[in-house]
C-alpha cells in the first residue's frame, strides 16, 4: 500500500491515498509458467472496492482520501479515445506503464518471462466503472457526499456507457486473446448506470435519466438473453461461450438476481461442479476458454471468497462458514494472501494482493451480519 500527499497542497492539509494492487512484480500464477505481471499499480477497479471495505470498516477519512484520488482520474483525460478512464494508473495517476522483460533474469523458481511495468493499461475493460459507481454511491451514503463538480465527471462518464456498454472487452481477467461479451462486463455496466441513477435520483443532480433508464432496462434483458445458456442452464462467461466464470457470481452479489431466483440457483451449482476442486474456486477452464496465454493457474483465492459470499446471500451459512473458514487456513503465518492457492496450499501469483483481502473483507463482514441475525432472531 502506498499513501500519497496531493502535489497541489505540500502541507498535507488534503490527503490523497492510493493503493496498489501488490507490492510485487512477476511472481509466478505457475510456477515455471508465462504468467508473470507487475501489480504495483492502482487498479480503478481495486480502488473502488478498497473504499467499500474502508466504509464497512468506519476508516471514513481513509475512504475519503482515496476518493479524492479516484476523483482527480475521473476529472482528467488520460489521451484515450476509447475509454474515458484507464483500468489501472501509477500511484501518482501516471498513464503510460509500458510493459518490458528482463530477460537477464531467470525469475522466481525459474519462471519466465519476468515482467515490470503493465500492458493492460492500455485494455478496454467496461466493468471498471460499474465498480466505480458502486463504491461512490456507498460513500455519498454513507460517508461524504460527493461535490457536483466530481457529478458532472461521472456523470459524462455514464452516457459515454450509455453508448457504449454494446463494445466487447478484456474483461476483468484481462485477457490477451480477443475481445468478447464478456456477461460480468454487461453486468457491470448496468450496475454502473443504474447506481447512478439511484444516486442522482437521492441527490436531486441532473442526469440523462430517459438515456439510462432505457439502457438499464436494454442491458438487463440482454444478458437474459444472450448470457444465457438453456442448455447449460447456466449464464455463461461470454455470449455464445458454453463454459461458466467464477465473475457470474457477482450476479447475485450485487443484487442484480434474486438468491432465489432459479437461474441464479442453476448457476452457483454449475460453478460448483466445473471451477470448484476441494472447495477452492478457479476464475475459469483456461482451456475450455482460451485467454490468449499457455499453461494454467491456482485457484482464484477472491473468487473462493465470492463463493462464500454467495452461499451467504443465499442463506447457505453452515456452507458459507465452513468455505471461509477452509480459507482462512491457507493464509501465511501474518494472515495474508497472494493471488491464487495451488493444489498443495502453496501460494501463487503477487503478493500480498490487495484483490484478495478486499474480498475477504466484505465476505467476512456479510457473513458476520447474517449469523448475528441468525444468533439473535
Known amino acids: 500500500m502506498c499513501r500519497l500527499w496531493s502535489r497541489d497542497d505540500p502541507l498535507g492539509a488534503r490527503k490523497q491515498h492510493s493503493r496498489i494492487a501488490a507490492p510485487t512484480a512477476s511472481l509466478p500464477e505457475e510456477i515455471g509458467g508465462e504468467r508473470n505481471w507487475d501489480y504495483r499499480y492502482c487498479w480503478i477497479r481495486d480502488a473502488a472496492l478498497t473504499i467499500d471495505a474502508f466504509m464497512r470498516m468506519g476508516y471514513v477519512d481513509e475512504a475519503r482520501g482515496f476518493m479524492r484520488w479516484l476523483g482527480k482520474r475521473t476529472r482528467e483525460s488520460n489521451g484515450n479515445s476509447e475509454s474515458p478512464l484507464q483500468i489501472m494508473y501509477g500511484i501518482r495517476g501516471e498513464h503510460h506503464l509500458e510493459e518490458t522483460t528482463l530477460d537477464h533474469l531467470s525469475g522466481y523458481r525459474n519462471s519466465s518471462p519476468v515482467r515490470i511495468g503493465n500492458d493492460a493499461h492500455s485494455q478496454f475493460q467496461l466493468d471498471i466503472y460499474g465498480e466505480l459507481m458502486e463504491s461512490v454511491y456507498i460513500y455519498n451514503r454513507h460517508g461524504w457526499p460527493i461535490s457536483y463538480d466530481m457529478w458532472m465527471s461521472l456523470s459524462g462518464i455514464l452516457d459515454w456507457v450509455s453508448k457504449n456498454w454494446q463494445k466487447p472487452d478484456e474483461g476483468i481477467w484481462e485477457v490477451r486473446g480477443d475481445r468478447?461479451?464478456?456477461?460480468?462486463?454487461?453486468?457491470?455496466?448496468?450496475?454502473?448506470?443504474?447506481?447512478?441513477?439511484?444516486?442522482?435520483?437521492?441527490?436531486?443532480?441532473?442526469?440523462?435519466?430517459?438515456?439510462?433508464?432505457?439502457?438499464?432496462?436494454?442491458?438487463?434483458?440482454?444478458?437474459?438473453?444472450?448470457?444465457?445458456?438453456?442448455?447449460?442452464?447456466?449464464?455463461?462467461?461470454?455470449?455464445?461461450?458454453?463454459?461458466?466464470?467464477?465473475?457470474?457470481?457477482?450476479?447475485?452479489?450485487?443484487?442484480?438476481?434474486?438468491?432465489?431466483?432459479?437461474?441464479?440457483?442453476?448457476?452457483?451449482?454449475?460453478?460448483?461442479?466445473?471451477?470448484?476442486?476441494?472447495?477452492?474456486?478457479?476464475?475459469?477452464?483456461?482451456?475450455?476458454?482460451?485467454?490468449?496465454?499457455?499453461?494454467?493457474?491456482?485457484?482464484?483465492?477472491?473468487?473462493?471468497?465470492?463463493?462464500?459470499?454467495?452461499?451467504?446471500?443465499?442463506?447457505?451459512?453452515?456452507?458459507?462458514?465452513?468455505?471461509?473458514?477452509?480459507?482462512?487456513?491457507?493464509?501465511?503465518?501474518?494472515?495474508?494472501?497472494?493471488?491464487?492457492?495451488?493444489?498443495?496450499?502453496?501460494?501463487?501469483?503477487?503478493?500480498?494482493?490487495?484483490?484478495?483481502?478486499?474480498?475477504?473483507?466484505?465476505?467476512a463482514f456479510i457473513l458476520d451480519r447474517a449469523l448475528e441475525r441468525e444468533t439473535t432472531g
Open 180 to 363: 468478447k461479451h464478456f456477461v460480468h462486463s454487461k453486468l457491470m455496466a448496468w450496475n454502473a448506470l443504474a447506481k447512478g441513477l439511484k444516486l442522482a435520483d437521492e441527490r436531486s443532480f441532473p442526469a440523462n435519466r430517459e438515456l439510462w433508464i432505457s439502457v438499464i432496462d436494454e442491458i438487463f434483458h440482454e444478458i437474459m438473453d444472450k448470457g444465457w445458456n438453456e442448455d447449460l442452464q447456466s449464464f455463461t462467461q461470454s455470449y455464445g461461450s458454453p463454459v461458466v466464470d467464477a465473475a457470474l457470481l457477482q450476479l447475485l452479489n450485487i443484487g442484480a438476481l434474486s438468491p432465489r431466483d432459479p437461474r441464479m440457483i442453476s448457476t452457483i451449482k454449475r460453478i460448483e461442479e466445473t471451477l470448484t476442486r476441494d472447495s477452492l474456486v478457479y476464475r475459469y477452464d483456461p482451456e475450455e476458454s482460451p485467454d490468449g496465454l499457455s499453461g494454467r493457474e491456482g485457484t482464484f483465492t477472491m473468487c473462493t471468497f465470492w463463493l462464500a459470499e454467495s452461499y451467504t446471500r443465499s442463506g447457505r451459512l453452515e456452507d458459507a462458514r465452513f468455505l471461509f473458514e477452509r480459507m482462512l487456513g491457507y493464509a501465511s503465518p501474518l494472515g495474508l494472501f497472494a493471488e491464487e492457492t495451488g493444489p498443495t496450499g502453496d501460494m501463487l501469483g503477487n503478493f500480498p494482493q490487495a484483490f484478495t483481502h478486499l474480498a475477504l473483507i466484505n465476505s
